[in-house]
């Protein structure tokens, strides 16, 4: 059992920055792959970045691709990701989510993950 906690969410002006934190309790988090969804009122849930489990390869939605950056330290259990030039179109509710899936080119769809996080709120204004 993994359990996610995400911290780090706000209100932000276009242009500025956040950097998200996904806490995970448990021994498995250096075995697992690690990706950041968000979701939008009234849109599906939509994969913006993935992260396999030594952190080597990572993976980003072309939404984000440049602007926002996946990391993870597995001595502190920890995955984070940094949001830059942020747009209001990047307003969601964000939440991390854990894999056992090695595969990193099967991280993309919601359903390859396994634990979810209750998700943060990032609102980013005109």
């Known amino acids: 059992q993994v359990q996610l906690v995400e911290s780090g969410g706000g209100l932000v002006q276009a242009g500025g920055s956040l950097r998200l934190s996904c806490v995970a309790s448990?021994?498995?988090?250096?075995?697992?792959?690690m990706g950041w969804f968000r979701q939008a009122p009234g849109k599906e849930r939509e994969f913006v970045a993935a992260?396999?489990?030594?952190?080597?390869?990572?993976y980003y939605a072309d939404s984000v691709k440049g602007r926002f950056t996946i990391s993870r330290d597995n001595a502190k259990n920890t995955m984070y990701l940094l949001m830059n030039s942020l747009k209001p179109e990047d307003t969601a509710v964000y939440f991390c989510?854990?894999?056992?899936?090695?595969?990193?080119?099967?991280?993309?769809?919601?359903?390859?993950?396994?634990?979810w996080g209750q998700g943060t709120q990032v609102t980013v204004s005109p």
């Open positions: 989510a854990a894999s056992r899936t090695t595969n990193g080119n099967s991280l993309f769809p919601p359903k390859a993950y396994d634990y």
């Open positions: 448990g021994r498995t988090f250096s075995t697992s792959s």
């Open positions: 992260i396999t489990r030594s952190g080597r390869s990572t």
